[in-house]
């Protein structure tokens, strides 16, 4: 992953002052990252991000599935709300100023809402996967915002939550050493090489992050998956089989939680954002009013990526679809979900 050069740190009188923040700050100075007081009138420019030191609070929620789709019962902690990459396809981008970055720095309020969240579900007798990756990254930025340890030692010793990040980069050097539970998993955002150069600006390649993920393993996480998008292009059965062939041969099969398949969706206004002819697909607006393609090239498209998963990793690798209908989920992994709990637990019994 490249550097960021084109990083400033925002703080404020309504910033908190805690040691996270002088911790953020330090690592700011050691990597020659200007710090700026101008937060209020800072105007957009695209090509400087902002990392805003924010006061807000509110961290842990359920992710926004839809009622319409097969929910996997995840929850976010919403640490970092904005990202320094630029998918293009990012979804982020329909409702978040990327020029902006919120740092949501009351970490004591942070570990409190987790706290409070474990100990219900420890009453409830649950177990359920949380991760930092819905409204970011989660790894990015951690040489700079370092949230993944504090993450790492507060859930160590709970059964209760399997704790995910979910990155498109290769930036798993801070959390390497850490005494960790072991559940925790590192997820990799994969595509295909092509898809990859063409769409997802700034972003560690597909080998370097099976490359990260190999290293997390050899230091006893496990590491999970997410062909998310998938997007259709004329050469993609080729491309995807090139990098789960990759896969298969850098990563213990034994270390993988899951994999997830998704093929691409978004919010109709994103067609006017939209530049690359890769996006330029057949979709369809479903009952939620987000455009997917069409079942059956969905259909299609989830049989192939699990006919190759299948092919190089063998039938014992968990697979699940991220936010599809019943019969979807039927048809391509053979498992009838009743509810979003049956699903929760399919994916948490690891
Ligand atoms: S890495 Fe994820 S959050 Fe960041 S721009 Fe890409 S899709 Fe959006």
Redesign the pocket.
């Known amino acids: 992953m490249e550097r960021q050069s084109n990083l400033k740190i925002g703080i404020n009188i309504q910033s908190p002052k805690n040691n996270f923040v002088k911790e953020i700050l330090r690592r700011a100075q050691l990597n020659n990252i200007d710090i700026s007081e101008d937060v209020d009138t800072y105007s957009d420019n695209l090509r400087l991000k902002l990392l805003y030191i924010s006061p807000q609070k509110g961290f842990i929620r359920p992710c926004p599935c839809s009622k319409k789709y097969r929910c996997c019962g995840y929850f976010t902690i919403d640490t970092i709300e904005g990202?320094i990459?630029?998918?293009e396809y990012?979804i982020?981008r329909s409702f978040i100023d990327s020029s902006k970055i919120l740092i949501k720095a009351d970490v004591d309020e942070m570990l409190s809402e987790l706290n409070q969240f474990t100990s219900s579900l420890s009453k409830k007798g649950l177990r359920v996967r949380i991760g930092t990756g819905e409204l970011?990254?989660s790894l990015?930025l951690e040489h700079i915002i370092p949230f993944a340890p504090i993450l790492i030692e507060t859930t160590k010793n709970t059964d209760k939550v399997i704790l995910e990040f979910k990155t498109?980069s290769d930036n798993v050097e801070e959390i390497l050493e850490l005494p960790h539970h072991p559940l925790t998993t590192i997820s990799f955002?994969m595509t295909s090489t092509y898809l990859h150069q063409r769409l997802?600006i700034g972003?560690s390649s597909p080998t370097q992050r099976l490359l990260a993920a190999k290293r997390c393993t050899a230091h006893s996480y496990r590491v999970g998956f997410h062909f998310d998008p998938i997007i259709y292009y004329r050469d993609y059965v080729q491309d995807y089989e090139m990098i789960i062939r990759e896969l298969a041969s850098l990563i213990p099969l034994d270390a993988i939680s899951w994999i997830s398949l998704g093929t691409i969706r978004f919010n109709p206004i994103m067609l006017d954002k939209f530049t690359s002819d890769l996006l330029f697909g057949e979709y369809i607006m479903d009952k939620e009013k987000k455009m997917r393609y069409p079942l059956r090239l969905r259909i299609r498209m989830y049989k192939t990526i699990l006919d190759l998963l299948r092919t190089y990793l063998g039938d014992k690798i968990k697979v699940y679809l991220c936010m599809e209908l019943d019969m979807v989920n039927e048809l391509i992994l053979g498992k009838k979900f009743e509810n979003n709990y049956v699903l929760s637990k399919y994916i948490t019994n690891v």
Request: net charge negative; with cysteine.
């Open positions: 990202c990459f630029e998918c990012c982020l970011s990254d990015a498109k955002s997802e972003t």
